[in-house]
């Protein structure tokens, strides 16, 4: 099945909606009810979720936990991932903390970072090895997602050493744009990027206040 | 003008670009050098600077400085902006921290806790109070910008109480949709949707590998 990112990013956004309503009890909604409920769009939520019919019941709605088992293999979030953070320092450790205080799929099995002061302390319960080490424990725990957290000037560098040895995915919070080889996926995540985009509206109020597109 | 998120993201990316140039003494750039470069789309950039005609010359190119002073008005980042960071656990210390650290329009301002052990600390050299404060300390320091990195659970109560302070703008870390008044603009950042968007890439390599799309 091929789908685009921001579709994903609605399913992610269903699939926390569908927990909830696992949580208070709920068996069966409409497109209407969670649309209402969550401040979503019914029309988009029944074509997203069109590919999944037969969790749809005309009249009635969607069966919730069956759609969200649906939901969660078709993501991979019935799988581990193992995540490994490059550069530890306030975002990156941020990041390790994130992950590790979360349940979920997601483990933070390795931390990089080349200041001698930060290599060997323990950060989100993951201890901080060299960036030298990237080799040879990427392989070793089979990582596949790399997060890069260190400056601009570092970060094509960090991520293809990354690539050699084995990442496929990359979340990049530099702020440049990475080349990487086929097969290997990017998403930028630039924090100052989002600030930019609403100190637009910010500064026109009368400028249009079109719905975020992801 | 009417400007949709995704172009503004592009328009951050141009400036990032645009200041490279210059601090490398470009003073002219055409849309193929500048895509080649900065590993961008030549016609996307034609496009996206289309309005901003004045500064293209034809067959040769943009005029640098002109280009960066223009879109950096455009966007607003010509004036100072006070933020305000609520919750100042792991990730809304980053984020201070972050901000604290980059030079640039973005000024943290304010931060709020509600766990007394935070409360009078200083964390990217901005001293944490309670929320409580909010209502009092927004407006005093006219922070137009909330980011809210507290719980799901709080995060609609506390972005009530930005928005009752004058908050128009909310960067929002909890992974919860936001309702607001008109006139209030938020933005979601959902790292976790990022990992499962690119999860979702990994476990089925087959699948599409169409270029992300902010």
């Keep these: 099945m091929d789908v685009s990112p921001l579709t994903l990013n609605r399913l992610s956004i269903y699939l926390r909606c569908l927990r909830r309503l696992r949580g208070e009890g709920v068996c069966q909604v409409s497109s209407q009810q969670f649309a209402d409920r969550f401040r979503l769009s019914a029309a988009q939520i029944r074509k997203d979720l069109a590919t999944f019919g037969e969790f749809g019941i005309r009249g009635v709605g969607y069966e919730v936990e069956p759609l969200l088992r649906r939901i969660t293999e078709l993501l991979g979030l019935d799988q581990r991932h193992a995540l490994a953070v490059v550069g530890m320092g306030s975002l990156g450790s941020a990041f390790a903390r994130h992950i590790g205080e979360t349940r979920g799929p997601f483990v933070v099995a390795a931390g990089f970072d080349n200041d001698p002061d930060k290599v060997g302390r323990t950060v989100g319960g993951v201890l901080v ?12 725990r089979d990582v596949r997602i790399g997060i890069v957290a260190v400056p601009a000037a570092a970060a094509q560098e960090i991520c293809d050493q ?12 530099a702020p440049v744009r990475l080349a990487t080889s086929e097969g290997v996926r990017t998403r930028n995540v630039d924090l100052r990027i989002y600030l930019e985009e609403l100190v637009y509206y910010l500064v026109s109020p009368s400028r249009s206040w079109a719905s975020e597109e992801a």
């Design 129 to 140: 090895e060299p960036v030298s080490a990237i080799a040879s424990t990427v392989p070793e």
């Design 162 to 173: 990354l690539v050699a040895a084995g990442i496929r995915s990359v979340l990049n919070f």
